[in-house]
């Protein structure tokens, strides 16, 4: 023990005097020697990793290539949990650069994963971590399930922190956050980093209780939280991160710190929406509980062709009702597509509408159809199909309605929070929005907002989550696509999901969009996902990381450095 705070205090002293215009890289001055990486895995109990890609399996050019296991991670490669157990892999090819995926036919080559990663399984063996990073002026990063759209939890030449390792649940039937002279009358749980969702999901069931969390089994603790985290239990219970108590994190410096709203309420205030991989490494959270709801289901299948604009109108229609839905605790999750076929489009609008109502499918059923029947009157070539659910916990509900689509792509998301006047006011500018948007391409029109997420009183009285979102009703989504290694189609479909993007963000100029699952490009990000929250928060960056030891994009405070190519460099 002596050992591993020698360790922490000389990293902390030593990281100071760094002042170089680049982080380092293998092979250049100031990278650590084979002897200082070994002295750093001694010091963390051979917790150490030097990873290889997961798919160097599949080149014969690769030390660890081996055909039949080959196959087996070609078969996985689609599969969230492989990529979640795996120290360096990610669910999305693009963030690795496609520098080596399970395919003979592609390159293979180390370049875009880490060099090292840190098997943290405690909150010291972050805290070591961070500090040899830091000491070194290596680029750090943080990683959980690797689920990251944005490409935070991965990154060529640098240290990698892996928490997916650190478990532990604990459920609370009242909870006294640390210092503060006052308990909160509420059921809480706290839980270890490495766990995901699904994980809570499970372990608060069996005592009736439940999580504001999300639809995807895989999403961890960390990322979802720090990006605010919606679910479609938002609508009645806010955000995921309003629902935080307290947090244990590990800062730039290596301090294992406990914030809440009484210790370090500023730390307490940017974690809770102001981005992972930033402020610090999360290992643990404590999150306010509830009573598992029932939840009734309508799984709708609405589909029309039609020669003209009309079946927009349609969608239009739809959305203009959802801040009705919305008033009602009424979450959706649907996904629209356009199908053109000779003189005609068909148009799919297909996916879930859900309530916690104590009435279960009638109050679902009598909210829905008012709807219908305007569609079938105004729309009478629409084909209306549905059928209701009633599941007897958020759980259940959950097992049997979760997100199924498997990552192993290239993938990139768009997106924009919209609010009631928007959806309710000039309905042909909507039109008109839904169907630039849309298109061929499909999209997303998440309900999600409501009076859980408008009237949230966080702990302490606020915390970092975009101020939009204190307005939104529909977090609508979209996509880009694309062949691996093809610059030219990467760049065709990013660009093409961006013009889509700008119509919406043109549509509602003021508003902004959901960090966790947006264009990591997105122009001017720091108004798009934080808003007037940004100074502050760029401040407490400030405040807690001087010197940069994390850096992410599109992350807060990361202004001062850029990525020229393989490399982190001072701007």
Known sequence: MLSLFKFLILG?????????????????????????????????????????????????????Y???????????????????????????????????????????????????????????????GVNFAAANNIRLIVKGTGHDYMGRSVSPNSLSIWTHNMRGINLHDAFQPQGCKHSIPAT????????????????????????????????????????????????????????????TVITPSGSKLTVNECQHPDLFYAFRGGGGSTFGVMTSVTLKTYPTPRVAVLSLQLTMSSATDNIWDMVAYILSQYPSLSNKTISADPQIAAIPSGNATTLYFIGNFRSISPQGVPYLSAAMQPIFSHIQSTWPAASINYTTTLYPTFYSHFLATAYSV????????????????????????????????????????????????????????????????????????????????????????VAAMEQRVTILRNLLPNSGAYINEANRDEPD???????????????????????????????????????????????
């Open 188 to 247: 809480a749980v706290t839980a270890a980093a490495g766990h995901n969702l699904i994980d809570l999901y499970a372990a608060t069931d069996s005592y009736n209780l439940t999580i504001v969390g999300g639809l995807e089994a895989t999403v961890g603790l960390g990322g979802y939280l720090t990006g605010g985290g919606h679910s479609p239990l938002s609508t009645a219970y806010g955000m995921a991160a309003d629902n935080i108590l307290e947090l």
């Open 406 to 493: 498997g990552p192993g792509y290239n993938f990139r998301l768009g997106s924009r929070l919209l609010d009631a006047p928007t959806l309710t006011g000039n309905l042909t500018a909507l039109t008109s929005a839904v169907k630039g948007f849309c298109g061929q391409l499909g999209c997303g029109p998440l309900l999600r907002g409501g009076k859980g997420i408008w009237d949230a009183v966080p702990s302490g009285g606020s915390d970092a989550v975009l101020p939009a979102w204190r307005k939104t009703v529909v977090h609508f989504v979209t996509g880009a696509i694309w062949a691996a290694n093809n610059a030219t189609a990467e760049a065709s479909a």
């Open 12 to 64: 902390a002293i030593s990281f100071t005097s760094v002042n170089a215009k680049c982080k380092v890289i293998p092979g250049s001055a100031g990278w650590p020697s084979s002897a200082d990486w070994d002295a750093l895995n001694r010091t963390l109990g051979g917790q150490l990793i030097k990873p290889t890609p997961p798919g160097a399996v599949c080149h014969s050019d690769q030390p660890t």
């Open 525 to 571: 990000f720091q108004q798009a996902f934080w808003g007037t929250n940004y100074p502050k928060l760029a401040a407490i960056k400030k405040a807690y990381d001087p010197t940069d030891v994390f850096w992410c994009h599109p992350c807060v405070g990361n202004e001062g450095w850029k990525e020229v190519g393989d490399k982190l460099c001072t701007v």
């Open 66 to 128: 081996n055909n039949a296991t080959c196959a087996v991670i070609t078969k996985q490669w689609s599969n969230y949990t492989f990529h979640a157990d795996n120290p360096v892999s990610t669910d999305w090819d693009n963030t690795n650069n496609d520098t080596c995926l399970p395919d003979p036919a592609q390159p293979c080559s180390p370049i875009g994963y880490p060099v090292y990663v840190v098997n943290a399984t405690t909150p010291e063996n972050v805290a070591v």
